[in-house]
C-alpha cells in the first residue's frame, strides 16, 4: 500500500498522522548538543508511535543548524526504523537538481523506503539568495523547474533536459529509489506553485504561521484544479501541551517570543536591503509573525484546548499530517509534552 492511499480509511476519510516538526535549535549555543537532542527527541516520537518526522534547512543561521538536510535525514535513518523521514523543505534553488535526485534515492534506499521529499524555494533570508546566486525573482521558477528535473531522474533513464536553469543529456542515475513513488511536498502558498503541485498531485505543506484562512485558500486553489490531490496536506504547528493552560503558555511563551523578534528583524534586513538585486519585497503580511497571531495559530494549552484546536483542523482542513513543533527550551519538557499529546490528546482527534 503507497503511503498516499494509507491516509484514507475504508469510509474514504483521512485518518491523521502525527509527525514531529525538526528544527534543529540552537538555544545553548552548542550545535553538538542541538543536534543530538533533536535525534533523542526523534527517537522519542518514535517509540510513541508517530508517523513521521520532518527536517528543515536553513543557511547561516546560529538558531537553526540544519543547513545539510539530507545529511541529518541520513543520520536520523541511521537511527530509526520505522518513523517516516520528510524535508521541511529542501529549498532547492540552492541545489543541483541532479545529485539533490541521486541524493534521495540513495537516502530512500538507505532508510528501507520512509522517505517524504517537501521542497521550497526559501526565504525570506537574504543571505541565502545571495551567497547561492539565487534571486529571489528566479528562486520560484528554478524550483519549479528542479522538481522537474529531478522526478524526471528518479524513475527513467537515459533523461534529456533543457530547461531556462538546467540542463542534462541523456543521463541515468543509480540507485533508484526504493519506493514506485516518493512522496513530494510543496511549501508555497503561491498560486503558480500550487498550481503545479495541483498539476502533478504533490502534496502542499503549510509552515507554524500560516493561518487557517490561508490554508483553507490555497486548498480551494489546489482544489479547483485537482480534487483528488489536495487531502495530501502536512501542517506544521507549534506546539506545548500541559496539565493547565497557563503552564502551557509559560513554557511555550519564551519560545515564541524569541522567534517572533527574529523573523521581525529578518524582516526588517529584507526591507533595508530593497535595492539588493537578489532580493524582493515580501508577500507575507507582517502580522503572520506578531506573537498574537502566532499563539492563534499554534497548538498550545491545556489537553482539552489543543483537542479542540486540531479538531478544527481536521475539520476545515480535511488533514492528513499535523506536525508538532515543541515550544520549550527544556528537552525533557518537551519530551513530556509530547508523551502527554500521545497518552491524552491523539487519541481523542
Known amino acids: 500500500m503507497s503511503w498516499y492511499a ?3 480509511t475504508k469510509t474514504g476519510k483521512i485518518t491523521m498522522k502525527t509527525g514531529l516538526f525538526c528544527n534543529y535549535e540552537n538555544h545553548g549555543n552548542d550545535a ?5 537532542e533533536q535525534v533523542a527527541m526523534v527517537k522519542h516520537v518514535e517509540s510513541l508511535g508517530f508517523e513521521s518526522a520532518w527536517v528543515t534547512e536553513h543557511h547561516f543561521n546560529d538558531f537553526s ?5 539530507l545529511v541529518l535525514m541520513a543520520h536520523l535513518a541511521g537511527m530509526t526504523s520505522k518513523i517516516r523521514l520528510g524535508s521541511a523543505a529542501v529549498l532547492l534553488a540552492f541545489h543541483n537538481p541532479i545529485i539533490i535526485a541521486e541524493d534521495i534515492a540513495t537516502l530512500d534506499n538507505l532508510c528501507n523506503g520512509r522517505l517524504s521529499f517537501g521542497i521550497a524555494k526559501g526565504g525570506p ?3 541565502q539568495n545571495k551567497h547561492f546566486s539565487t534571486p529571489t525573482d528566479e528562486s520560484r521558477a ?3 523547474e528542479a522538481i522537474t528535473l529531478v522526478h524526471k531522474l528518479l524513475y527513467h533513464s537515459d533523461v534529456s533536459f533543457s530547461g531556462k536553469y538546467y540542463q542534462c543529456d541523456r543521463i541515468t542515475i543509480y540507485p533508484k529509489p526504493l519506493q514506485k513513488q516518493i512522496p513530494v511536498y510543496v511549501a508555497s502558498s503561491d498560486d503558480e506553485a500550487i498550481r503545479f503541485a495541483a498539476i502533478n498531485s504533490f502534496g502542499l505543506m503549510g509552515g507554524a504561521p500560516f493561518t487557517l484562512e490561508r490554508l483553507k485558500s490555497n486548498l480551494t486553489k489546489y482544489r479547483d484544479i485537482n480534487s483528488s490531490g489536495s487531502e495530501q496536506l502536512m501542517l506544521a504547528r507549534f506546539f506545548f501541551v500541559a496539565r493547565t493552560y497557563d503552564e502551557a503558555l509559560n513554557e511555550a511563551l519564551p519560545f515564541i517570543n524569541n522567534f517572533s523578534q527574529k523573523m521581525k528583524s529578518m524582516r526588517a534586513k529584507v526591507e533595508n536591503c530593497s535595492n539588493d538585486q537578489h532580493l524582493q519585497p515580501l508577500t507575507i503580511q507582517k502580522s503572520s509573525f506578531d506573537q498574537e497571531n502566532l499563539l ?6 491545556d489537553v482539552a484546548t489543543c483537542r479542540d484546536k486540531i479538531k478544527r483542523f481536521q475539520d476545515e482542513l480535511n488533514l492528513s499530517t499535523v506536525a508538532l513543533k515543541p515550544c520549550s527550551f527544556d528537552l525533557l519538557k518537551n519530551c513530556e509534552s509530547l508523551s502527554r499529546y500521545n497518552q491524552e490528546v491523539q487519541s481523542y482527534v
Open 6 to 8: 494509507s491516509l484514507y
Open 32 to 36: 553538538h548538543r542541538a543536534m543530538f
Open 65 to 69: 543548524v540544519s543547513p545539510s538536510t
Open 125 to 127: 533570508f537574504p543571505d
Open 142 to 144: 528554478k524550483t519549479l
Open 296 to 301: 492563534k495559530n499554534s497548538i498550545i494549552g
